[in-house]
């Protein structure tokens, strides 16, 4: 069982490396978003400090959502998905390291770009160094939830609107904690400890809900 999941977990790293797309994209998109945002708000530095958790925790979502839709279509596509249903390896396993695959690709970059792109927003360091504890939790989270979507439409063509439409609302309450904690380590009125270790769990949640979802979601459509 492991070595089928370092397998698939290697497989698909590999094919993003050599394909490019979603990590890439959604690099470019969280880039836009937070560029664009100041423009919109103007010069004001007190502003974009203030919001500037939200502006960046708004983005990573929506670039986490950027290439969700073929998590499991392109397998779905050449017929690797029937192949994968019937191997030996639970589709819980298949689905837990396809995901993490394309969090390591995805979800990680963005936690990592969040202290460059801080700069936009006027993020002093220690909100930058929050950002990128917050969305190294979180964006799992997103992502796992993201998941049992992408399952639910690996047989549609273009499902991306219709699987933003099914996760975004489950998504909401990461959205709320990550933003949260992000603001409590500026010092709120909350301690950090408090949306973080709920942020914590609501990914833990999600990687066990998820995995489950996901699979079930590609066994229902064999």
């Given at each position: 069982?492991?070595?089928?999941?370092?397998?698939?977990?290697?497989?698909?790293?590999?094919?993003?490396?050599?394909?490019?797309?979603?990590?890439?994209?959604?690099?470019?998109?969280?880039?836009?978003?937070?560029?664009?945002?100041?423009?919109?708000?103007?010069?004001?530095?007190?502003?974009?400090?203030?919001?500037?958790?939200?502006?960046?925790?708004?983005?990573?979502?929506?670039?986490?959502?950027?290439?969700?839709?073929?998590?499991?279509?392109?397998?779905?596509?050449?017929?690797?998905?029937?192949?994968?249903?019937?191997?030996?390896?639970?589709?819980?396993?298949?689905?837990?390291?396809?995901?993490?695959?394309?969090?390591?690709?995805?979800?990680?970059?963005?936690?990592?770009?969040?202290?460059?792109l801080?700069?936009?927003?006027?993020?002093?360091?220690?909100?930058?160094?929050?950002?990128?504890?917050?969305?190294?939790?979180?964006?799992?989270?997103?992502?796992?939830?993201?998941?049992?979507?992408?399952a639910?439409?690996?047989?549609?063509?273009?499902?991306?609107?219709?699987?933003?439409?099914?996760?975004?609302?489950f998504?909401?309450?990461?959205?709320?904690?990550?933003?949260?904690?992000?603001?409590?380590?500026?010092?709120?009125?909350?301690?950090?400890?408090?949306?973080?270790?709920?942020?914590?769990?609501?990914?833990?949640?999600?990687?066990?809900?998820?995995?489950?979802?996901?699979?079930?979601?590609?066994?229902?459509?064999?």
């Amino acid at each position: 069982m492991l070595k089928s999941f370092n397998a698939l977990l290697v497989r698909d790293l590999k094919l993003a490396a050599r394909v490019g797309g979603s990590g890439v994209m959604g690099l470019i998109f969280f880039l836009m978003i937070v560029t664009l945002i100041p423009f919109a708000l103007g010069p004001d530095l007190n502003l974009l400090a203030r919001i500037g958790p939200a502006i960046l925790w708004i983005a990573a979502l929506l670039a986490t959502l950027i290439g969700l839709d073929r998590l499991f279509q392109a397998d779905q596509e050449d017929g690797s998905l029937d192949l994968l249903r019937l191997s030996q390896a639970p589709l819980e396993i298949v689905v837990l390291a396809k995901v993490i695959a394309y969090w390591l690709v995805t979800g990680l970059p963005l936690a990592l770009a969040a202290p460059f792109l801080g700069f936009l927003v006027a993020l002093s360091p220690e909100a930058m160094l929050a950002m990128v504890v917050t969305l190294l939790v979180g964006t799992p989270a997103l992502t796992f939830i993201g998941a049992v979507g992408a399952a639910l439409t690996s047989s549609l063509r273009r499902g991306g609107l219709i699987l933003a439409i099914l996760v975004l609302p489950f998504m909401i309450p990461t959205l709320i904690f990550g933003v949260s904690a992000a603001n409590a380590a500026l010092g709120g009125t909350i301690p950090f400890a408090t949306p973080f270790l709920v942020l914590v769990a609501l990914s833990l949640i999600a990687a066990v809900v998820g995995t489950v979802g996901a699979a079930a979601a590609l066994r229902s459509g064999e």
